[in-house]
C-alpha cells in the first residue's frame, strides 16, 4: 500500500520561506516520477513542480526561480524549497507519485497524499 505523507505547511509572511516534505512508504521515490501540486479555495488543483527518476526538473512559470524540488533518497522523501513568497501562494499542496515514469506535468498520477496547508499572510 502507498502512503505519501506532506508535511512542513504553516502561516508566514510574505517573503518568508517553507520546506514542504513529502515521505513515501510503499513506493521507492528514487525510481518514480513526483509532483507537488496546490489547490486554493474555489480554484482547480494545479500543477506546482515535478521531479523524474533520473532527477529532471520541472517547474510551473508562476513559482519558477522562487520553488525548487528536490529527493532524498536515503530518506525516500521529497522536497518542496519555497522562497520568498506570496499571498497568491497560499494553498493546500500535494504531493503526488507514479511508478517507473519520468516528469509528469498534469494530474495523472496514481499516488496523493492528503495535503498541507500553506498560508502566506500580506
Known amino acids: 500500500q502507498v502512503q505519501l505523507v506532506e508535511s512542513g505547511g504553516g502561516l508566514v509572511q510574505a517573503g518568508d520561506s517553507l520546506r514542504l516534505s513529502c515521505a513515501a512508504s510503499?513506493?521507492?521515490?528514487?525510481?518514480?516520477?513526483t509532483g507537488w501540486f496546490r489547490q486554493a479555495p474555489g480554484k482547480e488543483r494545479q500543477f506546482v513542480a515535478a521531479?523524474?527518476?533520473?532527477?529532471?526538473?520541472s517547474y510551473a512559470g508562476s513559482v519558477k526561480d522562487r520553488f525548487t524540488i528536490s529527493r532524498d533518497n536515503a530518506k525516500n522523501t521529497v522536497y518542496l524549497q519555497m522562497n520568498s513568497l506570496k499571498p497568491e501562494d497560499t494553498a493546500v499542496y500535494y504531493c503526488?507519485?507514479?511508478?517507473?515514469?519520468?516528469?509528469?506535468?498534469?494530474?495523472?498520477?496514481?499516488?496523493w497524499g492528503q495535503g498541507t496547508q500553506v498560508t502566506i499572510a500580506s
Open positions: 510503499g513506493i521507492t521515490f528514487s525510481s518514480s516520477g
Open positions: 521531479i523524474s527518476w533520473s532527477g529532471r526538473t
Open positions: 503526488a507519485a507514479n511508478r517507473g515514469v519520468t516528469l509528469v506535468t498534469t494530474l495523472e498520477y496514481a499516488y
